[in-house]
């Protein structure tokens, strides 16, 4: 605790000396910032692959990925009144904690510290303990491109990051489960501190009887199997009719064995599980339906293939907890009015995809 406070009160010296302020220095952080990536590259590469074989490949060729990710809004708003006049400025929080995930251990540490440094904040960046290659990386290789008066990595496991919550912060944004969430909501409440949570949620995938059944199969596939199923906005489960259950099934083995071969094992695209205690959360998940595509798994690999599973009830224990596995589910409803009945009866989801030829739809 009292080196977590030391470290606390050192940046929030900084930020109140005005150092961060002026765009030069911003945009200075900024550019190193970029020498980091451009020079740590490789090194990038090879962590992300050690910690979950995680891999750039999956897409439809010629197809472009675009990842969507919110910064965090880390300007605070002054509003100066006098007797006669008022107006707006906007402001840096202060001193920002930023908590990144396992499953993006770079990118999503990465950017919110972005919006952070431009905004003219002191920033603290946790990483995920799960991905040890990655956040040694980060700790051993950041420090020395940003302003160590400014800028800190800290590592620390669940114990410690818990002491690290008890210092007051001027804003906390948070990427991981619901569960922890409310644990940084609660520690912030303390001191009320803005906070921003990007958690993950059951994301529904509607697929009308009105729809080009190839190309949904591309789009859901990569959506589903890509990272090894360890994304925030995959699609969770399919909802469709039993006839399209029927033209779907045959699209999907054939794009799955066209993005990663006829043994997924072996494609140098496809991804592992991050550690053995989410390889079995996600195995035991396969108990649910049952398997037509896929299935096959590997403990000391944590590998799971890609995976479709049909006859799946919504009482099953897939349907009530984020997969992020490589694992599709399949819920039959027979409709489109069924299918929106479904989904505002459960939890509100992250993402919801659809997939028509007809715009009522």
């Not at 402001?91 to 930023?98: A, E, F, N, W």
């Not at 496809?270 to 996600?282: N, T, Y």
Request: glycine share 6%; charged share 25%; proline share 7%.
């Amino acid at each position: 605790i009292e080196l977590s406070c030391l470290l606390v009160s050192r940046l929030r010296a900084a930020w109140l000396s005005g150092k961060t302020r002026p765009m030069e220095y911003r945009v200075a952080q900024l550019e190193a910032l970029g020498r980091f990536l451009d020079e740590k590259q490789q090194d990038i590469l090879e962590a992300t692959t050690a910690d979950m074989r995680k891999v750039r490949g999956g897409q439809e060729p010629g197809d472009p990925t675009v990842v969507q990710e919110s910064t965090p809004d880390v300007v605070g708003v002054l509003q100066v009144t006098s007797l006669d006049s008022a107006f707006i400025r906007k402001d840096p929080y202060g001193v920002v904690l930023i908590i990144g995930p396992w499953n993006c251990p770079i990118h999503l540490l990465l950017v919110p510290l972005i919006g952070a440094i431009a905004a003219g904040n002191c920033v603290i960046i946790k990483p995920s303990e799960i991905t040890k290659n990655s956040e040694t990386l980060m700790a051993e290789g950041l420090p020395s491109y940003l302003d160590k008066d400014c800028f800190a990595v800290v590592t620390a496991g669940v114990e410690k990051t818990t002491r690290l919550l008890e210092n007051k912060f001027d804003y906390i944004f948070f990427t991981g489960r619901p569960a922890v969430g409310r644990i940084v909501l609660t520690a912030a409440a303390k001191h009320l501190t803005p906070v921003t949570l990007e958690l993950g949620g059951k994301n529904p995938c509607y697929v009308s009887d009105s729809c080009d059944v190839q190309n949904v199969a591309r789009r859901v596939a990569w959506g589903r199997f890509f990272n090894a199923g360890q994304t925030c906005v995959a699609p969770n489960y399919v909802l469709c009719s039993v006839e399209m259950q029927e033209k779907l099934l045959p699209a999907l083995r054939k794009v799955i064995t066209e993005f990663y071969g006829p043994n997924p094992r072996e494609s140098p695209d496809f991804g592992r599980i991050v550690g053995d205690k989410q390889f079995q959360r996600v195995q035991a998940l396969l108990r649910s339906g049952r398997v037509v595509i896929g299935g096959q798994t590997d403990e000391k690999e944590r590998y799971i293939a890609p995976t479709v599973l049909v006859d799946v009830q919504p009482s099953d224990p897939i349907m009530h907890e984020e997969v992020f596995g490589p694992i599709l589910p399949i819920v039959i409803v027979a409709n489109m009015d069924e299918a929106i009945a479904f989904i505002n009866s459960r939890e509100r989801p992250l993402v919801v995809y659809a997939f028509s030829s007809d715009d009522k739809v």
